[in-house]
């Protein structure tokens, strides 16, 4: 059990820095802070977004490293053929849909 833990442990510790918990949403981007560091990203350089509601259902039939409930998945266009940089924001869904019609518009399939 110790080493299960501790792999258990490991992945907490590397998915609570991925998340972004705070975000403010407005028109010309998205202003957050992840591990004490300020982050713009501007709506013009925004690929794609991608949601999927936090029911227990879509947690349990999630795939893993596809789709994450209740995150917003922030995908960056691609710059001289690298991957476009991907960032996570834990979103409620009461959030979700104060969203502004910019966004919603942008998201590809949202998962309800």
Same mark, same amino acid.
């Given at each position: 059990?110790? @080493?299960?833990?501790?792999? /258990? ?7 609570? /820095?991925?998340?972004? $918990? ?8 998205? %202003? ?5 560091? %300020?982050? $713009?990203? @501007?709506?013009? =350089? ?10 227990? /259902? ?6 893993? !490293?596809? +789709?994450?409930?209740? +995150?917003?998945? #922030? ?7 690298? +991957? !476009?940089?991907?960032?996570? #924001? ?5 959030? $979700? ?7 919603? =518009?942008? #998201?590809?399939?949202?998962? /309800?």
């Amino acid at each position: 059990m110790g @080493a299960l833990g501790t792999l /258990f442990g490991l992945v907490m510790m590397i998915y609570w /820095f991925t998340i972004i $918990y705070e975000a403010v949403f407005e028109l010309s981007g998205i %202003n957050a802070v992840k591990a004490n560091k %300020n982050i $713009y990203l @501007a709506f013009n =350089e925004i690929d794609e977004l991608d949601y999927v509601k936090p029911t227990l /259902f879509n947690y349990l039939t999630s795939h893993y !490293g596809s +789709r994450y409930p209740g +995150r917003l998945s #922030i995908t960056m266009k691609q710059k001289d053929g690298k +991957r !476009g940089k991907v960032y996570l #924001i834990k979103l409620k869904f009461k959030d $979700y849909n104060n969203l502004p019609k910019k966004y919603n =518009e942008k #998201i590809n399939y949202p998962i /309800f």
